[in-house]
């Protein structure tokens, strides 16, 4: 069901209720999502993306109740991925030489994913469509997320189309941001900042400014995920300069994984100790075999400092661990200190090996971690909320 955002630019996406992993396995999305794609009449029709590949059927045959095809004047795709492009092959059969609005980039993407060659227009940052009453102006957003992304704003409504920025994993029917619960809306938002956009933050802060230096005026900006920015919708983008200056707030996060409980009854003993030097910060606990390890990782990105632990297993640490520290070390965060601890019962590598994964992962380690034999005793205990409040002081 297409829903007005303005006169001139509707709403035909698919709000997917029943996506709980995307991009394959590695991201959960406990509140749904949606796929957003949007039809601008003037006096030229365009269709800006499309939607998921396993809805494009259901795409081609609502937006078909919505507008003769043969109407649509130009395609313009901001983003070659498949959960973006992937009712274009549907689309295309029935209107196979409306041209393609894209960068040279997402024309590598497209073909390499449909192996078509379309009626492809190339387009680069400054370049305009005139459409009537307004333009659309292309701007390249490299690296947010995929080196083929753009935005695309039109003038007179003053619309951003900001693809993958500043969106979220977040279905709902209320489609715009005054009209949903705004602790869901930033939780998500976060997530998908963290998780997704850390790497690029650099490419952010450029890209934000970039937008902001070409005085356009943003009343609303629709995203592709999630819900669209209408009230305040420079809010987000002054989210995103802060998060992408190496955020922090005041909280600590223990990482662990346990086998027979000596390594979880570490993990609390030291957070006691934090908590003794230091009732101000927040202190959280995540098992990683039990937790989501994207919920984790945004508390990571929260967080000025985190402490990993293990037990150590035939010479080497949990597989959850393993886990959680290979998506730390790819997103790069910086800004933040580390330490690692663990029980063992013989050789005891497991601090050592924790230690060396959060260095790589660029974190300052500020304490060559704390080991305990076996089940921490009652001094291995003591040992451990002396280790935590060490730690505290430290940062």
């Given amino acids: 069901m297409s829903r007005k955002i303005t006169e001139k630019v509707t709403w035909v996406g698919k709000i997917d209720w029943e996506l709980k992993r995307f991009h394959g ?13 949007y039809l601008i009449r003037d006096k030229k029709t365009v269709l800006i993306d499309t939607v998921w590949k ?11 109740k919505e507008i003769d095809l043969n109407e649509i004047d130009y395609i313009v795709v901001n983003h070659g991925e498949i959960d973006h492009s992937g009712a274009l092959v549907e689309l295309m059969r029935e209107i196979p030489d409306t041209p393609i609005y894209c960068t040279a980039n997402a024309v590598k993407s497209l073909k390499g994913h449909y192996h078509h060659d379309w009626n492809f227009v190339e387009v680069k940052t400054g370049d305009t ?4 009453e307004s333009k659309l102006i292309f701007i390249e957003a490299r690296m947010l997320h995929w080196p083929d992304s753009m935005f695309t704003y039109m003038t007179g409504e003053n619309i951003l189309f900001s693809n993958d920025a500043f969106g979220q994993h977040y279905a709902s029917e209320q489609l715009f941001n005054d009209q949903v619960k705004q602790d869901e809306l930033y939780y998500e938002a976060m997530k998908y900042y963290a998780n997704i956009l850390t790497p690029f933050s650099g490419f952010v802060t450029k890209k934000i400014k970039e937008v902001m230096d070409m005085g356009l005026p943003i009343d609303i900006i629709c995203t592709s995920h999630g819900i669209i920015w209408r009230d305040n919708p420079l809010q987000i983008v002054n989210k995103y300069l802060e998060w992408a200056d190496n955020y922090q707030e005041n909280q600590i996060t223990i990482i662990y994984d346990t086998m027979w409980n000596g390594t979880r009854r570490m993990a609390e003993a030291i957070a006691e100790g934090i908590r003794s030097s230091d009732d101000a910060v ?16 945004t508390e990571v990105f929260k967080s000025k400092a985190v402490l990993v632990g293990s037990p150590t ?7 959850s661990i393993s886990g959680i520290l290979e998506i730390i070390k790819g997103l790069g965060f910086k800004n933040k200190k580390a330490a690692a601890f663990g029980a063992y019962g013989w050789s005891g590598e497991g601090v050592k090996i924790i230690t060396e994964e959060l260095k790589d992962a ?6 060559e971690g704390i080991r305990a034999l076996w089940n921490p005793d009652e001094q291995a205990l003591q040992q451990c909320r002396e280790f935590g409040q060490r730690f505290v002081r430290s940062l």
């Fill in 313 to 319: 297993i035939n010479r080497g640490i949990s597989f």
């Fill in 25 to 37: 396995n590695e991201l959960s999305t406990h509140r749904g999502s949606s796929y957003n794609s």
């Fill in 282 to 297: 927040v202190v959280k606990l995540y098992n990683a075999s039990k937790y989501d390890k994207n919920d984790i990782i």
């Fill in 54 to 64: 396993p809805f494009a059927g259901e795409f081609v045959r609502n937006l078909k």
């Fill in 129 to 132: 469509l005139d459409i009537g």
């Fill in 362 to 367: 660029g974190f300052e380690v500020v304490d």
